[in-house]
């Protein structure tokens, strides 16, 4: 390669990577894909923690939620930041090994206009992550595209992976906030 073509090279490198990053289930951020998250009615009672939420569509295209841990319970341990009780869905970083067990990946779509709806419950927490709540925030993990994220969830199985992994590098994410109620 000569020096004259170095640029020439570079810009096509440049334009391939781009190409192949476009083609993956990274770069969900789809701007035209936006839902918004509600909650409300939430309640904390000794070691549970309850609340209603409510997701609605408002692109004018279909969007594909990751819904196993929608109804509780959280995919991560709830923590609670100056009062502010956080809720996941799905995990917020990639895990560095897999598991023996973890809940199969369930997508509930949600058309243009559309409304999904429930109530999440989860017992058993620990007393001090509750303590002191005054609010809680949910974080929902959806995207536009689902197909390939399966096929690349099903992999796991076989290269060690965690499983909520590709969900990771999939996912946009909404969050709803709402106080609790007393």
């Known amino acids: 390669m000569t020096k004259r073509h170095l640029p020439t090279s570079i810009v ?6 781009t190409l192949i990053g476009a ?3 990274e770069g969900q951020n789809d701007s035209a894909a ?5 909650l409300g009615h ?9 609340f209603d939420w409510r997701i609605s569509n408002s692109s004018s295209k279909r969007v594909y ?18 009062g502010l009780v956080r809720v996941r869905t799905s995990l ?11 809940p199969p990946a369930k997508f509930l779509r949600i058309e243009p206009g559309g409304v999904l709806s429930g109530r999440f419950t989860e017992g058993k927490l620990d007393r001090k992550i509750l303590r002191g709540g ?22 796991t199985s076989f290269n060690g992976e965690h499983p909520g992994n590709p969900i990771v590098a999939w996912q ?6 709402t106080t609790v109620e007393r």
């Open 65 to 82: 939620v990751y819904a196993t841990f929608l109804w509780g319970p959280a995919a991560l341990e709830p923590t609670n930041q100056a």
């Open 23 to 25: 083609t993956g289930i």
């Open 42 to 50: 939430a309640r904390i009672h000794g070691s549970s923690l309850s």
């Open 172 to 177: 946009t994410e909404v969050f709803g906030r």
């Open 12 to 17: 096509f490198l440049a334009f391939l990577v």
């Open 34 to 38: 936006v839902l918004s998250l509600s």
């Open 134 to 155: 005054n609010a809680v925030e949910m974080e929902v993990a959806f995207g536009s595209e689902i197909d390939e994220l399966k096929r690349q969830i099903s992999m």
């Open 92 to 102: 917020s970083t990639p895990e560095p090994a897999g598991v023996n067990a973890y």
